[in-house]
């Protein structure tokens, strides 16, 4: 792309942002070869300029998308699913540097007519080849730009981590007169290229043409995880919003974000537009693009009143000083800090050797000004290597991230600190002591006594010791602790002894851990919690006293995940510990088991590799596997407020606990509120001729909802088969109502077409609603599966590099349908495991206007009150045992076994059902055969036939012996049928 250097498009900044001057520079477009091993080439493209220029046209509204640029695009902008088994398809090239996890899940979301669907993909030629599949059937195609910890939800609690940072910039005129994007694309490239340099970040490694904008990555060569991820995303957004780039906020700071595949195409706009990869290059250092993200934010993003190791002003009086500033330990002692120096290492990292030493030393020369020049000099002896008796690597070989040495960064980084306030914790010369500590110094001056020996327990002591004993042993020392902190010492919590009584504090009793960090907050604000919880975990780690054994590690992660006397539970391969802030019992995932163990135990005698820290984990789940524990758990909700029990059919709430066994907790609170949206809802599309059968069928979906909320539905081994004929009656609508009363991440979309794969049958473990959208016709629902899955046998399923896992169904199923779904099976188990819901007023037919977004306003305006209806609903439910009667049910029942079944249908036309009634075996099998060959039907065989009058229970025929004859009683043929079809035997 081309752009004039003279006259740059303006960049929009605040008014309190200082103007900065834009700079350009360019590179080289690159083209994508068919390699499979994703190599990139710098190299300009002949086409790919102007196709760019098009494509900035198309999105300013200058020309329309489908203009003539040039018919043959480069490789780089190809797509369609007949390219995409190419190594260079253009989703290829951005997945590859995206989802650099293999064994990680990953997702594509796609949307056709307002509804959505999440798809899980297993590898980036899959994932393509359905991108592709779906943008052919007209979808809108997106992709998850995190890696996730299981298929079950894209939400944020669910990322594992990500390999990149992103940019969502909107092109358009109306975006720009909002100022929320720019005119033109071409605009939008050079306000990228303006921050980037402005910030002194690289620019990004790859760019998308969206349709209606740029998606721009930031490609990094190790995964980020999502805390991290957080933290660093929002100083990005934080510094975008400084500088006044217009990229989309609530996108910058999402690691749950989607955004549009390469290769597929824009339906939003008309004629649809390709979405196109306009540039890629080889990802980024990630440690180099952190630290530069976290220097832009400390430059533009400061608040003066925290700061980094900086003291009052000068003459202020001492009792207004900033407790944790350097002037609040008095001057430094250069021959104790010239002692310290010497056994910490310059050649650390970049982050350490600004924020760990020159930070506190600047900032104790600010205080101190008589010393400024004694500590400069120590600082830069120390740095150059000098000071420990050899050279420093660091100080004379340029950064890998920015190209400069150390030598040459140290003037300003000093005069940076010194000088101006930078925002961040407080850090002093405490710091190096401590870190001097760690690293075994000892100084024998007056001003610092040698540290004591810590007391170690010997191992077989250690495992009688209980917990209890162990919390009430720190209390004195976390007491003393306060006392310090609350003089000023925001250092003290990392000093030894106190760190060992938090540890001590944090393993045994997490609440009173949570209470004292708050403590120890409220009382210096300048304690840094963060600070204290990764040296807490880092003791944690290498002191424990776990025997060196498998068994022994699996028995310490079990006690250190125990809540107050409640145990880990393992159920169904996955071990639920209880969350100390919500109460409830939640799944530690197998990944994150096994990365606890590691970060515990690593390094230890028969720790030392992921086979081993696989192994432990599951051993710790063996070890409290109770398979009957959330079985036997009360029936109820968990809300905000509390739990609402139901007992003898009636509702209560009770302060929530782990012994009320909950595992899934809903963030609403249920009332008694009216609902006159939802009301209005149900009385339009549950209207009918007969009152007594729409208040029958809102009855039955009270019930249903209640079920659905409460996870009831297995207990009655009920599928829900939502049925409308002519579309447009309403199903969806309170589809996702239902859908909002159960967590987003206890919702799949299983099909029972899939249910005998057993990559898809595990995504049930564990779920609570499973809604599935149109079944096909003329296919036969799998009626073993089936009838397995909602029987509550035990299941068995297998997630991707995992070991199998046994399961029984927790989730109830919605399907929903315009034809009644197709069955082989004929048998009363099969039939009386359904529960038909008839919306028998569509809108389509009565040509009614449709209100697509009457869903969002009811569950925006109304959830509390519609969950105290389904609290109803599920009390009444418990109450009789049983669904309440529902004469559409009924009817549509009838329908769908005479429609499956043309002995049943033969019967319902042609006989007569009475107790008194009977006719030959002989003669009902040949009344019934000339009615199929009049019907065109193809009739069971004379045994079959047998069979399903035998144990078909609803019709009441029985099979009987009459002076040698077989006969079945109960049923006659009609007597105008008869005449019709001539006599019988």
């Known amino acids: 792309m081309v752009i004039d250097l003279q006259s740059p498009p303006p960049i929009k900044f605040k008014p309190s942002a200082p103007a900065l001057p834009l700079i350009i520079t360019s590179s080289p477009e690159v083209t994508l070869t068919s390699d499979d091993q994703n190599s990139i080439t710098t190299a300009e493209h002949p086409q790919h300029a102007e196709h760019h220029k098009h494509a900035s046209l198309c999105g300013a509204g200058i020309l329309p998308s489908n203009a003539s640029a040039d018919q043959?695009?480069?490789?780089?902008?190809?797509?369609?699913?007949?390219?995409?088994?190419t190594a260079s398809h253009p989703a290829k090239v951005l997945l590859r540097a995206l989802w650099g996890s293999p064994t990680a899940c990953h997702q594509l979301v796609s949307a056709k007519e307002q509804v959505w669907a999440h798809h899980q993909v297993t590898d980036i030629a899959s994932a393509v080849k359905k991108a592709m599949s779906l943008c052919d059937a007209g979808h809108e195609v997106y992709f998850a730009c995190a890696e996730y910890l299981t298929p079950k939800s894209r939400k944020a609690e669910n990322v594992l981590q990500s390999w990149t940072f992103h940019f969502d910039i909107d092109v358009g005129e109306e975006k720009a007169e909002k100022d929320a994007g720019y005119r033109t694309v071409a605009e939008a490239e050079a306000a990228l290229a303006h921050f980037c340099t402005v910030a002194g970040l690289p620019m990004p490694t790859h760019r998308v043409y969206s349709g209606g904008g740029l998606h721009v990555y930031f490609a990094l060569d190790k995964p980020v995880d999502k805390v991290t991820w957080q933290d660093i995303a929002q100083k990005l957004k934080d510094s975008a919003k400084s500088l006044g780039f217009l990229a989309d906020p609530s996108r910058t700071a999402d690691i749950a974000?989607?955004?549009?595949?390469p290769g597929t195409v824009n339906h939003k706009y008309s004629p649809a537009r390709q979405v196109t990869l306009e540039h890629a290059s080889a990802p980024i250092d990630s440690a180099g693009l952190l630290q530069a993200i976290n220097e832009t934010h400390d430059k533009l993003c400061a608040k003066p009143e925290i700061q980094l190791g900086l003291s009052q002003p000068i003459g202020e009086p001492a009792d207004k000083r900033d407790p944790g500033s350097a002037k609040s330990y008095g001057p430094p002692d250069l021959t104790k800090l010239t002692s310290a120096l010497k056994v910490l290492d310059p050649d650390c990292d970049d982050g350490t050797w600004k924020l760990h030493r020159l930070a506190p030393m600047a900032a104790a020369a600010r205080a101190y000004p008589e010393l400024a020049d004694e500590l400069k000099a120590l600082a830069r002896s120390w740095s150059s290597g000098e000071l420990c008796g050899k050279s420093s690597t660091a100080w004379t070989t340029p950064g890998s991230s920015n190209g400069v040495t150390g030598?040459?960064?140290?003037?300003?980084?000093?005069?940076?600190?010194?000088?101006?306030?930078?925002?961040?914790?407080?850090?002093?010369?405490?710091?190096?002591?401590?870190?001097?500590?760690?690293?075994?110094?000892?100084?024998?001056?007056?001003?610092?006594?040698?540290?004591?020996?810590?007391?170690?327990?010997?191992?077989?002591?250690?495992?009688?010791?209980?917990?209890?004993?162990?919390a009430l042993q720190a209390q004195p020392v976390i007491d003393d602790l306060v006392a310090k902190v609350k003089d000023g010492d925001c250092g003290a919590p990392l000093e030894p002894e106190y760190l060992a009584a938090l540890a001590m504090l944090s393993a045994r009793d997490p609440a009173e851990y949570q209470r004292v960090r708050r403590q120890l907050k409220q009382i210096n604000k300048h304690i840094s919690l963060a600070s204290i919880d990764n040296a807490v975990k880092g003791k944690r780690r290498t002191g424990g006293s776990a025997a060196a054994t498998h068994h022994g590690y699996a028995t310490s992660t079990v006690d250190r995940l125990t809540f107050e006397n409640w145990a880990p539970v393992g159920h169904e391969g996955r071990l639920f510990v209880v969350d100390p802030r919500s109460k409830l019992w939640v799944a530690k995932e197998s990944v994150a088991l096994e990365r606890e163990v590691a970060e515990t135990h690593d390094d230890h005698e028969n720790c030392t590799r992921r086979a081993d820290y696989s192994a432990i984990a599951q051993h710790a789940c063996s070890l409290v596997s109770n398979g009957d524990f959330f079985a036997d758990a009360p029936h109820g909700l968990a809300c905000p407020d509390g739990f609402y029990r139901i007992e003898d059919g009636t509702t209560k709430v009770e302060p929530l606990t782990p012994a009320h066994r909950q595992r899934i907790g809903l963030d609403i609170t249920p009332s008694s509120q009216p609902t006159p949206l939802f009301n209005q809802f149900l009385q339009q599309t549950f209207k009918a001729n007969d009152e007594t059968e729409m208040q029958q069928q809102i009855a039955l979906v009270q019930e249903i909802a209640g079920a659905v909320m409460l996870g009831l539905m297995p207990l009655h081994q009920k599928a829900i088969l939502f049925y409308d004929p002519y579309g447009r009656a309403g199903k969806g609508t309170l589809e996702s109502i239902l859908r909002n009363l159960v967590p987003e991440v206890f919702v799949t979309a299983i099909s029972p077409f899939s249910w005998n794969e057993p990559y898809f049958l595990v995504s049930l473990a564990g779920a609570r609603l499973n809604v599935v959208g149109e079944l096909p016709e003329n296919e036969s629902i799998p009626a073993a599966i089936f009838k397995s899955v909602l029987g509550g046998d035990l299941l068995t399923g297998r997630n991707p590099a995992h070991r199998p896992t046994s399961f029984k169904n927790e989730a109830a199923h919605l399907f929903m349908s315009n034809h009644m779904i197709s069955t082989k099976d004929q048998s009363e188990a099969f039939f009386a495991r359904w529960l038909i819901v008839e919306f028998p007023n569509s809108l389509l037919r009565s040509g009614l206007r449709l209100d697509p977004h009457i869903a969002g306003r009811i569950i925006e305006k109304e959830m509390p009150g519609i969950a105290g209806w389904a609290?109803?609903?599920?009390?009444?439910?418990?109450?009789?045992?049983?669904?309440?009667?529902?004469?559409?049910?009924?009817?549509?029942?009838?329908?769908?076994r005479r429609s499956s079944n043309s002995l049943d249908e033969c019967i319902f036309e042609d006989f007569d059902l009475a107790p008194d009634l009977s006719i030959r075996r002989s003669g009902l099998y040949e009344h019934y055969k000339n009615w199929c060959s009049e019907n065109g039907r193809k009739p069971f065989a004379k045994a079959r036939v047998k069979e399903l009058l035998e144990f078909n229970v609803g019709h009441g025929i029985k099979l009987a012996k009459l002076d040698g004859y077989e006969i079945f009683r109960g049923l006659a043929v009609k007597p105008d049928r008869e005449i019709t079809l001539g006599p019988i035997g």
């Open 257 to 261: 974000s989607i955004l549009r595949v």
């Open 871 to 896: 609290l109803e609903g599920a009390a009444r439910l418990l109450r009789n045992g049983k669904f309440s009667p529902s004469k559409a049910n009924d009817r549509l029942m009838q329908k769908w």
């Open 407 to 470: 030598q040459a960064a140290f003037n300003a980084t000093w005069d940076r600190f010194f000088t101006g306030p930078c925002n961040g914790r407080p850090i002093t010369v405490g710091t190096i002591y401590l870190d001097a500590k760690n690293a075994g110094w000892r100084f024998g001056g007056k001003t610092f006594e040698p540290l004591e020996t810590e007391t170690v327990i010997p191992v077989d002591m250690a495992a009688k010791v209980k917990p209890v004993a162990e």
């Open 72 to 85: 043959t695009l480069p490789s780089l902008t190809s797509g369609g699913s007949d390219e995409c088994h």
